[in-house]
């Protein structure tokens, strides 16, 4: 499995913007299908974006338009920057990579609250 640190979380108004990134460990981060997904407060957690290792985009409808997910290889990172943020965007997100059959691995999670 390959460790992911997520970092860029914090308190933000409604209507506001975040940047979250997710730093991965290893030389083959390129090969990974990579992911953010959340979890708010008493709800289980959810897809929030994915981009695989060929670059194909996808978003949860209640996120598009809004956020936008991105890799830098060369960085090995993976990261969402989140515009026009609600309060229900309030919840710890995580950073998924996933390759082939071996099992997902998860970072920690990071803390967003959009709230005024």
């Known amino acids: 499995q390959v460790r992911l640190v997520e970092s860029g979380g914090g308190l933000v108004q409604p209507g506001g913007s975040l940047r979250l990134s997710c730093v991965a460990s290893?030389?083959?981060?390129?090969?990974?299908?990579m992911g953010w997904y959340r979890q708010a407060l008493g709800k289980e957690r959810e897809l929030v974006a994915t981009?695989?290792?060929?670059?194909?985009?996808n978003y949860a409808d209640s996120v598009k338009g809004r956020f936008t997910i991105s890799r830098d290889n060369a960085k090995n990172m993976v990261n969402l920057q989140m515009n026009s943020l609600k309060s229900e965007d309030t919840a710890v997100y995580y950073c998924n990579a996933k390759f082939g059959p071996m099992s997902p691995s998860w970072g920690q999670g990071t803390r967003v609250t959009v709230s005024s």
């Open positions: 290893g030389s083959i981060f390129r090969l990974y299908d």
């Open positions: 981009i695989s290792s060929g670059g194909s985009i």
